[in-house]
T-cell receptor
Framework: GESVGLHLPTLSVQEGDNSIINCAYSNSASDYFIWYKQESGKGPQFIIDIRSNMDKRQGQRVTVLLNKTVKHLSLQIAATQPGDSAVYFCALKRRPMDTGRRALTFGSGTRLQVQP | GAVVSQHPSWVICKSGTSVKIECRSLDFQATTMFWYRQFPKQSLMLMATSNEGSKATYEQGVEKDKFLINHASLTLSTLTVTSAHPEDSSFYIC????????????FGDGTRLSIL
């Protein structure tokens, strides 16, 4: 079956350091990947996405890397700030031609703790 | 930006009560809405996909008679937890998406349901 998992359940970093959160997936039919940030008691907040025809995409202070060969996705946060403390989820979507669900499948999440 | 609103944000009720949760897309028309459930320190699990004007598609293991979903308009979907029991206590999150390929999902801030 399909699974999406994360290597580290909790990541603690110092303020100002760079953070890297990893995600592994198993379904090679996935063609769209998203990173979400979830603060306590709130819904997921979109951070950045990437399609399978790309290897890298950059946003403001964030970079997503996609390695389709090993089915690995990572989120890099530059100059991590206390406000970045939250749980981060990777999520993926299958190709539209797939008769399966078109909703997102979420990974298990990584808690990022930023120490001041 | 696209805003999805959930109401109520928090509800406590007695066992056996039915609870209705509303999900509204405030500034766009959502042809598809999704309902997720999230237990503490766990990821979001898709419960059902709701398309405006048609019956919801439930994920395996989700009781359709227990979790009634109505998507009667392009801006409103409701989830009713019928005869709720303590094991139904969870964080329920909806998301909404515009029609068209490549449209992102926008998430609400969730509803914390506690059944006594």
């Amino acid at each position: 079956g399909e699974s999406v998992g994360l290597h580290l359940p909790t990541l603690s970093v110092q303020e100002g350091d760079n953070s890297i959160i990893n995600c592994a997936y198993s379904n090679s039919a996935s063609d769209y990947f998203i990173w979400y940030k979830q603060e306590s008691g709130k819904g997921p907040q979109f951070i950045i996405d990437i399609r399978s025809n790309m290897d890298k995409r950059q946003g403001q202070r964030v970079t997503v890397l996609l390695n389709k060969t090993v089915k690995h996705l990572s989120l890099q946060i530059a100059a991590t700030q206390p406000g970045d403390s939250a749980v981060y989820f990777c999520a993926l979507k299958r190709r539209p031609m797939d008769t399966g669900r078109r909703a997102l499948t979420f990974g298990s999440g990584t808690r990022l703790q930023v120490q001041p | 930006g696209a805003v999805v609103s959930q109401h109520p944000s928090w509800v406590i009720c007695k066992s056996g009560t039915s609870v209705k949760i509303e999900c509204r897309s405030l500034d766009f028309q959502a042809t598809t809405m999704f309902w997720y459930r999230q237990f503490p320190k766990q990821s979001l699990m898709l419960m059902a996909t709701s398309n405006e004007g048609s019956k919801a598609t439930y994920e395996q293991g989700v009781e359709k008679d227990k979790f009634l979903i109505n998507h009667a308009s392009l801006t409103l979907s409701t989830l009713t937890v019928t005869s709720a029991h303590p094991e139904d206590s969870s964080f329920y999150i909806c998301s909404a998406r515009r029609q068209g390929a490549g449209q992102p999902q926008h998430f609400g801030d969730g509803t914390r349901l506690s059944i006594l």
